[in-house]
């Protein structure tokens, strides 16, 4: 604005409509950057999806003649499985304790898995013999491959059965408990 009224603009005046022009300009594409950034961004994680590393829950262990009778546990660290065989076939145990959920340790010389968290106890079968959990040790579901023969594991399907309270604690009659799909006959 020119004070005398004059034709002729302030110095002042105009330098400062320019700064503001300028600021206006600054903030405008400041604001359409962003946005592209933003919609790029999301482009972006729709084209690449992603991805979850999860250990698989059907897998395959090996032929049965690869394990010995007993418990075998060689694969609890990597699969959270015991493989157990008796003389009659093979089954596989979750190692997760059914208290709270920790993973219990096999004593071999004790014949007794055995819980660090609150010292539940389980048998070789999963009975539960001591501590607080209040069901047997799943196990996991179990099949052989037609091809290639090896025991594959189904980790997600679960036997679950009932324990009965007895003096020497939750028990599950083991023949019960060994059939299809959740015991391999040998
Ligand atoms: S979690 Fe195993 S005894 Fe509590």
């Known amino acids: 604005m020119n004070p005398t009224g004059g034709g ?7 330098s400062r409509r320019r700064f503001l022009t300028m600021l206006g300009l600054g903030i405008g594409w400041g604001g359409v950057t962003a946005t592209l950034a933003g919609t790029g961004a999301a482009t972006l994680r729709y084209m690449v999806p992603t991805i979850r590393y999860e250990p698989p829950t059907i897998f395959k262990i090996g032929k049965p003649e690869d394990y010995g009778v007993g418990v075998d546990n060689k694969l609890k660290k990597e699969r959270q499985i015991w493989v157990v065989r008796n003389e009659r076939g093979l089954y596989v145990m979750v190692a997760i304790c059914r208290h709270l959920g920790c993973t219990p340790n096999w004593f071999q010389d004790q014949g007794r898995f055995r819980c660090p968290c609150h010292g539940s106890i389980y048998d070789m079968m999963g009975n539960v013999v001591g501590g607080p959990a209040p069901r047997t040790l799943w196990r996991a579901g179990v099949s052989l491959d037609s091809v290639d023969g090896q025991i594959v594991v189904n980790f997600t399907q679960r036997q679950d ?14 023949r019960s408990r060994e059939v299809p799909p959740f015991f391999i006959k040998l």
């Not at 002729?8 to 105009?14: A, F, G, M, T």
């Not at 059965?161 to 083991?174: I, N, Q, S």
């Open 8 to 14: 002729k603009e302030n110095p002042q005046d105009v």
């Open 161 to 174: 059965p009932d324990p009965k309270g007895t003096p020497e604690g939750l028990m599950v009659d083991e």
